[in-house]
């Protein structure tokens, strides 16, 4: 009679003889000191600039397709501000995820959101159309604005979307990177 030998057994490793990683993760972040604070507040500050000429941008483009459709923003003076103003604190304070929201500011938020993406489209074919961009060797855009509409559509999304959230970022980076100095001391 043929006995039939098992394979080799494995070895089995218990959890003291497993191989450590060649990098253990780091433990907490140590607060940084002045100079990294300093850049860590220079570049926070330099995406909340960023993030208001975003804005400031999509903003006056919306102004402009208002103008366009016959809108008399200009009576309303600086007031005029208000309305893409209160269109970013919809984007802002019922943004879908963030937190338990009704169903009415998800239409509410959905509806603003599609108005200021459709009205920053408009408003930057309506400039950019017969323009010559001095890029380069200088760009020339279609007078009839019909080569615009997909790169617009890029850029109204950025436009739209990007602004409210870099500026959200940067400040809780900027409180971040301040109660970090506040813990060290």
Avoid: K, N
Wanted: glycine fraction near 10%; charged fraction near 15%; hydrophobic fraction near 50%.
């Amino acid at each position: 009679m043929t006995t039939i030998t098992p394979p080799p057994a494995v070895p089995d490793l218990a959890p003291a003889e497993r191989p450590r990683r060649a990098h253990p993760r780091p433990a907490r972040r140590r607060p940084p000191d002045l100079g990294g604070r300093a850049t860590d507040t220079l570049a926070a500050l330099g995406a909340l600039a960023l993030a208001g000429t975003l804005w400031w941008t999509g903003a006056t483009l919306t102004l402009l397709c208002l103008r366009q459709l016959g809108a008399p923003v200009d009576a309303l003076g600086v007031w005029q501000w208000g309305i893409p103003a209160t269109m970013s604190a919809i984007e802002l304070s019922w943004w879908p995820g963030r937190r338990r929201i009704s169903p009415y500011q998800v239409a509410v938020f959905s509806g603003v959101s599609l108005l200021d993406l459709a009205s920053t489209l408009y408003g930057l074919v309506a400039w950019g159309r017969g323009r010559s961009l001095p890029l380069g060797t200088g760009i020339a855009l279609p007078s009839d604005g019909a080569g615009l509409i997909v790169p617009a559509a890029l850029a109204s999304v950025v436009l739209t979307f990007v602004p409210e959230r870099l500026a959200r970022w940067a400040f809780c980076e900027l409180l971040r990177i301040w109660e970090d100095a506040d813990d060290a001391d």
